[in-house]
């Protein structure tokens, strides 16, 4: 109810006196026409007009087309429009041949471009580079103004330029002809805004009350619980509707899942994990209970490991794989399905909805396979980023609706739940026992990859754009590597499965820690040797790239190890120096060619200046919406700035409060990740220094470029926080019960 | 493993699962004769953007902007007067013509507004479609007319060639001085036959809803119990009555 209240007051308005409900104002109309300049005696069939007449022609028309948009002109448009001229707002588009850069609006232009999207109407004026014509695109409530106000366009500009002549006394002198070819045409641009408006209201209110309710009823359930339990018998035995063995009641009575530091080897069952008492003793006959289903849990562990991945028939732990396999292999963001469809079909989203798509069938479904879904501190802070990127879109919608930015939103945040579904279904899929095989693959992939760039660095040749492009059906699109080209600074593309070369640096980085992880616990030369290599062909492939990055990335994951683990890193120092001079022998010059790129007289680099830039040029976005952004998804680079750093750019888009958000989502991954690296367990402590490290490389990423806009990383960063998810969720019970099914 | 489950499920609820069948059945027989479209004909032909005395054979002819003029010929045909005249020629309403002009020059980069309005208010959708190709190093212009019959395609293209060479001579400062705009042979005219696709794509459109209909059958029930299982628990029943309820109820 609340929430179809909250929709329905989304798209139409309430008053109370008199009462009234009224549609709100969201429809949006555009239309478009040409005007064309030429002399009085015309050019256009002149064989002895030249590129100097034209380029002359095409000043003037640029001249004109700004000129177009000054208020004196758009009083005469606005006029002849019969519009009020202060409720338009006038833009000319800069189209020179210049670098993006130069035309990226500073802060000046986004303040005044701020307050110009707040008018109903719109003109912008966009001159072609080619000819001496200018494009001229509307905006209005209705197709019919919209219309009217482009055909308004020519004979307004013809009305100033008379007003001019008349000024300085030259009527009669010759003048530009300026023809309209054809009249405008329009059409309603945002046809179903209502419908997604509506609906992002409806799901947003409804998730938060369903949230809401559920905290309640558990809330309300453990109060119950509480009375419930103390007119129990301890020595009663275990019923169905029991708290799992890995649930203890707290001091209310609340259910809440054990995470016990004090699990010790059972002498029973050497190498297994069951519970003991503070003394080493199970005491209590509660205890006893806990003590023997810790047993019994033990041995389905045993008869479940014989089921674990890889050696398993389960179908979605290799749906998982075969999604990790895509993520780290395929350069699936560039591979599109040439088919005409409303979305682009990249790669993984046909992967990934078949994955999560079983994964909803087999908890629906139920039985003693299917996957479990378990709650932890960094599935809330995941589920945050969620809420407030629908928050910001929410609370912008209307203003995102008439800046046409709305259904960008949307489809970014669709994007940002498929990043995070991934996440969700590896964290229910992956068993605990199936952790450590999960990251040893992931190690396998990114080493296959590492390989694979540097193959790129020495032969100029990308395997993974062109096997995809061998080996996958003709109906899909691959695009192109450039394996030679270089950037403006002169340095080479190196960039294997990413689309960008920053986006492999932090592939690399965060698969580094899995290899350095290995290399810290194993006691045997050949595992160490392998790790060792492994090593070595990471950070060779990730200096492979030229990126100064690539200096910034592994270094945080060094320090992030050092931290936790620094006696161990500083027994492998000599080790260490091995690794570099094989990373250099791997990757020969792509060391010293960084170095020389963090010396003080390169540090003014285009990709340094650019990046300061943004901070003074962001100031007037940040400040108009400082608490949740300007809208999730909706600062598109190719409008606006193309923005450096992720935070940044969710500073713009969602806020403080989604920076927080995005924060804690990284945050999270550590905090959880502390307990079990400081106890040292061996069954989860090497996952959570895997996960810690890649999220705090994760985190330094997130400030030398816009990772989110590149799915490799969060995918990959995602995944790992799962794998600690899993590693870190209470023992499966062997009786098959699950919270859900069907 | 999750499959046998998921199939078990699957089979407990057959009646279900067949009346989806049947459903999706229905959905392909509506969707296939609705998805099949009119039959058309495209036409093309290129016409060459000249002087008189052929700047291809007299390298002395000078006009060193040709190209430029030629983009702007072809821009001048979008003009009212020149659709009005399109129109008449084939025998259409002005109303029933789109007229475009597309370049091979990369465009410059477009605004959010600029780029909503050219896909929504620029796209084709009248039954006449004339498109005017021009690149920025060849003067050839290539001429594509879309309408519903052959003969109708023929006649546009052929009028647009005209028109741009009427266009020429009419704004030309003398004849000696003007452009020519003369076709580089003859009209090649293709029907666009109704193609399989569309049956394709009705029965794509069945099996989806088959599959979510399976989905559905799987998932609903389960979301039913789901949701039951949060309900108040009776007076002096144990804490976790609600959700043994969930958990004790057979798998599937």
Same mark, same amino acid.
């Given at each position: 109810?609340?929430?179809?209240?909250?929709?329905?007051?989304?798209?139409?308005?309430?008053?109370?006196?008199?009462?009234?409900?009224?549609?709100?104002?969201?429809?949006?109309?555009?239309?478009?026409?040409?005007?064309?300049?030429?002399?009085?005696?015309?050019?256009?069939?002149?064989?002895?007009?030249?590129?100097?007449?034209?380029?002359?022609?095409?000043?003037?028309?640029?001249?004109?087309?700004?000129?177009?948009?000054?208020?004196?002109?758009?009083?005469?448009?606005?006029?002849?429009?019969?519009?009020?001229?202060?409720?338009?707002?006038?833009?000319?588009?800069?189209?020179?041949?210049?670098?993006?850069?130069?035309?990226?609006?500073?802060?000046?232009?986004?303040?005044?471009?701020?307050?110009?999207?707040?008018?109903?109407?719109?003109?912008?004026?966009?001159?072609?580079?080619?000819?001496?014509?200018?494009?001229?695109?509307?905006?209005?409530?209705?197709?019919?103004?919209?219309?009217?106000?482009?055909?308004?366009?020519?004979?307004?500009?013809?009305?100033?330029?008379?007003?001019?002549?008349?000024?300085?006394?030259?009527?009669?002198?010759?003048?530009?002809?300026?023809?309209?070819?054809?009249?405008?045409?329009?059409?309603?641009?945002?046809?179903?805004?209502?419908?997604?408006?509506?609906?992002l209201t409806f799901a947003f209110v409804f998730a938060i009350a369903l949230a809401g309710l559920a905290l309640a009823m558990r809330l309300r359930t453990a109060r119950s619980a509480g009375i419930g339990e103390d007119g129990a018998d301890p020595g009663e035995p275990a019923g169905r509707g029991e708290a799992p063995a890995d649930t203890a009641r707290t001091r209310g009575g609340a259910l809440r899942p054990v995470f016990d530091p004090s699990l010790a080897i059972s002498p029973a069952m050497p190498g297994l994990p069951i519970a003991v008492g503070p003394g080493g003793a199970?005491?209590?006959?509660?205890?006893?209970?806990?003590?023997?289903?810790?047993?019994?849990?033990?041995?389905?562990?045993?008869?479940?490991?014989?089921?674990?991945?890889?050696?398993?028939?389960?179908?979605?732990?290799?749906?998982?794989?075969?999604?990790?396999?895509?993520?780290?292999?395929?350069?699936?963001?560039?591979?599109?399905?040439?088919?005409?469809?409303?979305?682009?079909?990249?790669?993984?989203?046909?992967?990934?909805?078949?994955?999560?798509?079983?994964?909803?069938?087999?908890?629906?479904?139920?039985?003693?396979?299917?996957?479990?879904?378990?709650?932890?501190?960094?599935?809330?802070?995941?589920?945050?980023?969620?809420?407030?990127?629908?928050?910001?879109?929410?609370?912008?919608?209307?203003?995102?609706?008439?800046?046409?930015?709305?259904?960008?939103?949307?489809?970014?945040?669709?994007?940002?739940?498929?990043?995070?579904? #991934?996440? $969700?279904?590896?964290?229910?899929?992956? &068993?605990? +026992?199936?952790?450590?095989?999960? *990251?040893? !693959?992931? %190690? =396998?992939?990114?080493?296959?990859?590492?390989?694979?760039?540097?193959?790129?660095?020495?032969?100029?040749?990308?395997?993974?754009?062109?096997?995809?492009?061998?080996?996958?059906?003709?109906?899909?699109?691959?695009?192109?590597?450039?394996?030679?080209?270089?950037?403006?600074?002169?340095?080479?593309?190196?960039?294997?499965?990413?689309?960008?070369?920053?986006?492999?640096?932090?592939?690399?980085?965060?698969? #580094?820690? $899995?290899?350095?992880?290995?290399?810290? &616990?194993? +006691?045997?030369?050949?595992?160490? *040797?392998? !790790?060792? %290599? =492994?090593?070595?062909?990471?950070?060779?492939?990730?200096?492979?790239?030229?990126?100064?990055?690539?200096?910034?990335?592994?270094?945080?994951?060094?320090?992030?190890?050092?931290?936790?683990?620094?006696?161990?890193?500083?027994?492998?120092?000599?080790?260490?120096?091995?690794?570099?001079?094989?990373?250099?022998?791997?990757?020969?010059?792509?060391?010293?060619?960084?170095?020389?790129?963090?010396?003080?007289?390169?540090?003014?680099?285009?990709?340094?200046?650019? &990046?300061?830039?943004?901070?003074?040029?962001?100031?007037?976005?940040?400040? =108009?919406?400082?608490?949740?952004?300007?809208?999730?998804?909706?600062?598109?680079?190719?409008?606006?700035?193309?923005?450096?750093?992720?935070?940044?750019?969710?500073?713009?888009?969602?806020?403080?409060?989604?920076?927080?958000?995005?924060?804690?989502?990284?945050?999270?991954?550590?905090?959880?990740?502390?307990?079990?690296?400081?106890?040292?367990?061996?069954?989860?402590?090497?996952?959570?220094?895997?996960?810690?490290?890649?999220?705090?490389?994760?985190?330094?990423?997130?400030?030398?470029?816009?990772?989110?806009?590149?799915?490799?990383?969060?995918?990959?960063?995602?995944?790992?926080?799962?794998?600690?998810?899993?590693?870190?969720?209470?023992?499966?019970?062997?009786?098959?019960?699950?919270?859900?099914?069907? | 493993?999750?499959?046998?489950?998921?199939?078990?499920?699957?089979?407990?609820?057959?009646?279900?699962?067949?009346?989806?069948?049947?459903?999706?059945?229905?959905?392909?027989?509506?969707?296939?004769?609705?998805?099949?479209?009119?039959?058309?004909?495209?036409?093309?032909?290129?016409?060459?953007?000249?002087?008189?005395?052929?700047?291809?054979?007299?390298?002395?002819?000078?006009?060193?902007?040709?190209?430029?003029?030629?983009?702007?010929?072809?821009?001048?045909?979008?003009?009212?007067?020149?659709?009005?005249?399109?129109?008449?020629?084939?025998?259409?309403?002005?109303?029933?013509?789109?007229?475009?002009?597309?370049?091979?020059?990369?465009?410059?980069?477009?605004?959010?507004?600029?780029?909503?309005?050219?896909?929504?208010?620029?796209?084709?959708?009248?039954?006449?479609?004339?498109?005017?190709?021009?690149?920025?190093?060849?003067?050839?212009?290539?001429?594509?007319?879309?309408?519903?019959?052959?003969?109708?395609?023929?006649?546009?293209?052929?009028?647009?060639?005209?028109?741009?060479?009427?266009?020429?001579?009419?704004?030309?400062?003398?004849?000696?001085?003007?452009?020519?705009?003369?076709?580089?042979?003859?009209?090649?005219?293709?029907?666009?036959?109704?193609?399989?696709?569309?049956?394709?794509?009705?029965?794509?459109?069945?099996?989806?809803?088959?599959?979510?209909?399976?989905?559905?059958?799987?998932?609903?029930?389960?979301?039913?119990?789901?949701?039951?299982?949060?309900?108040?628990?009776?007076?002096?029943?144990?804490?976790?009555?609600?959700?043994?309820?969930?958990?004790?109820?057979?798998?599937?």
């Amino acid at each position: 109810m609340v929430a179809s209240l909250a929709a329905l007051m989304s798209v139409y308005s309430l008053s109370l006196l008199p009462p009234r409900l009224e549609p709100r104002g969201l429809q949006i109309a555009g239309a478009f026409t040409r005007i064309s300049l030429d002399r009085p005696r015309p050019l256009m069939s002149d064989r002895l007009a030249t590129d100097g007449d034209y380029h002359t022609l095409r000043d003037r028309t640029v001249l004109l087309g700004t000129l177009m948009t000054s208020q004196p002109a758009m009083r005469h448009i606005a006029r002849r429009a019969g519009i009020d001229a202060n409720r338009i707002a006038g833009v000319t588009r800069i189209t020179a041949d210049v670098p993006a850069t130069i035309t990226e609006p500073d802060s000046e232009q986004r303040a005044n471009d701020i307050i110009e999207l707040a008018r109903p109407y719109r003109l912008e004026v966009q001159p072609d580079p080619q000819t001496p014509t200018l494009l001229i695109t509307t905006q209005a409530p209705t197709v019919a103004e919209a219309q009217r106000l482009a055909d308004a366009a020519a004979p307004g500009l013809e009305d100033y330029r008379l007003e001019l002549a008349r000024r300085r006394d030259a009527v009669d002198e010759p003048a530009l002809r300026i023809e309209q070819l054809g009249r405008a045409r329009g059409a309603v641009l945002n046809a179903g805004a209502k419908v997604v408006i509506a609906g992002l209201t409806f799901a947003f209110v409804f998730a938060i009350a369903l949230a809401g309710l559920a905290l309640a009823m558990r809330l309300r359930t453990a109060r119950s619980a509480g009375i419930g339990e103390d007119g129990a018998d301890p020595g009663e035995p275990a019923g169905r509707g029991e708290a799992p063995a890995d649930t203890a009641r707290t001091r209310g009575g609340a259910l809440r899942p054990v995470f016990d530091p004090s699990l010790a080897i059972s002498p029973a069952m050497p190498g297994l994990p069951i519970a003991v008492g503070p003394g080493g003793a199970v005491a209590s006959p509660g205890g006893m209970r806990v003590a023997a289903r810790e047993r019994a849990a033990a041995r389905g562990e045993i008869s479940s490991r014989a089921g674990d991945w890889p050696h398993t028939t389960r179908v979605l732990p290799w749906l998982v794989a075969i999604m990790l396999a895509v993520v780290w292999l395929v350069p699936f963001n560039v591979v599109t399905l040439s088919v005409s469809l409303p979305i682009d079909v990249t790669f993984d989203r046909l992967v990934l909805p078949v994955l999560v798509a079983v994964w909803a069938l087999a908890i629906a479904a139920g039985g003693r396979y299917a996957p479990r879904l378990r709650l932890t501190p960094i599935h809330l802070a995941i589920a945050a980023v969620v809420a407030v990127a629908c928050l910001s879109l929410v609370v912008n919608a209307r203003a995102l609706n008439h800046a046409l930015e709305l259904e960008l939103g949307v489809k970014k945040l669709t994007l940002l739940v498929s990043y995070l579904s #991934l996440f $969700v279904v590896v964290a229910s899929v992956v &068993r605990r +026992s199936e952790v450590a095989a999960f *990251l040893k !693959y992931t %190690l =396998a992939l990114a080493v296959v990859c590492a390989l694979g760039m540097i193959w790129e660095y020495r032969f100029k040749y990308n395997i993974f754009y062109a096997w995809s492009d061998q080996l996958l059906p003709g109906i899909f699109e691959v695009g192109s590597a450039e394996s030679e080209a270089v950037d403006d600074m002169g340095r080479r593309i190196v960039r294997g499965p990413a689309q960008i070369p920053l986006e492999a640096v932090a592939m690399m980085a965060m698969a #580094l820690p $899995v290899a350095l992880v290995g290399l810290i &616990r194993s +006691s045997r030369a050949g595992p160490r *040797l392998l !790790y060792a %290599l =492994a090593t070595a062909l990471l950070l060779a492939a990730t200096v492979s790239t030229y990126r100064k990055s690539a200096f910034v990335a592994p270094i945080s994951v060094v320090l992030t190890l050092a931290y936790f683990r620094r006696r161990e890193l500083i027994r492998l120092a000599p080790l260490g120096l091995v690794i570099l001079v094989l990373m250099h022998v791997l990757s020969p010059g792509a060391f010293g060619s960084i170095v020389s790129q963090l010396s003080s007289d390169r540090l003014n680099a285009p990709t340094v200046s650019d &990046r300061t830039a943004d901070y003074d040029a962001v100031r007037p976005d940040v400040w =108009a919406h400082l608490m949740f952004g300007r809208g999730y998804g909706s600062y598109e680079h190719t409008s606006y700035r193309l923005l450096d750093q992720e935070f940044l750019r969710q500073l713009i888009e969602v806020g403080v409060v989604g920076v927080a958000a995005y924060l804690l989502m990284i945050g999270s991954v550590v905090a959880v990740a502390r307990r079990p690296i400081r106890l040292r367990r061996p069954a989860d402590a090497p996952v959570a220094l895997v996960a810690a490290a890649g999220a705090v490389a994760f985190a330094v990423i997130s400030l030398l470029f816009d990772v989110m806009s590149f799915p490799h990383a969060p995918y990959i960063f995602l995944s790992m926080a799962a794998l600690l998810a899993a590693a870190m969720a209470p023992q499966p019970r062997n009786d098959g019960e699950r919270s859900w099914s069907s | 493993m999750e499959l046998v489950a998921i199939a078990r499920v699957l089979t407990r609820r057959w009646r279900s699962v067949a009346a989806g069948a049947l459903i999706a059945v229905a959905i392909a027989a509506l969707a296939a004769p609705g998805a099949q479209t009119k039959p058309s004909a495209v036409a093309e032909v290129k016409v060459l953007v000249d002087t008189r005395g052929s700047r291809t054979v007299n390298l002395a002819d000078g006009a060193e902007a040709i190209a430029t003029q030629a983009n702007l010929l072809a821009q001048a045909v979008l003009g009212d007067e020149q659709r009005d005249a399109l129109a008449r020629a084939v025998g259409v309403r002005s109303n029933d013509l789109d007229i475009s002009v597309s370049s091979t020059i990369p465009p410059p980069r477009p605004s959010t507004l600029a780029e909503h309005v050219a896909k929504v208010a620029g796209a084709p959708v009248r039954p006449y479609r004339l498109e005017l190709i021009v690149s920025s190093d060849v003067l050839i212009v290539t001429v594509r007319a879309t309408a519903p019959t052959i003969n109708d395609a023929l006649r546009l293209s052929d009028a647009a060639a005209t028109l741009m060479n009427v266009i020429a001579v009419a704004r030309a400062p003398s004849w000696s001085r003007g452009l020519v705009v003369q076709p580089l042979g003859t009209v090649t005219a293709r029907p666009l036959p109704a193609t399989g696709n569309e049956r394709l794509l009705a029965i794509a459109v069945a099996l989806a809803a088959f599959v979510l209909w399976c989905g559905a059958v799987v998932v609903l029930p389960a979301i039913v119990r789901l949701v039951g299982s949060y309900g108040v628990p009776a007076p002096g029943a144990g804490p976790s009555t609600a959700r043994s309820r969930a958990s004790s109820s057979p798998t599937g």
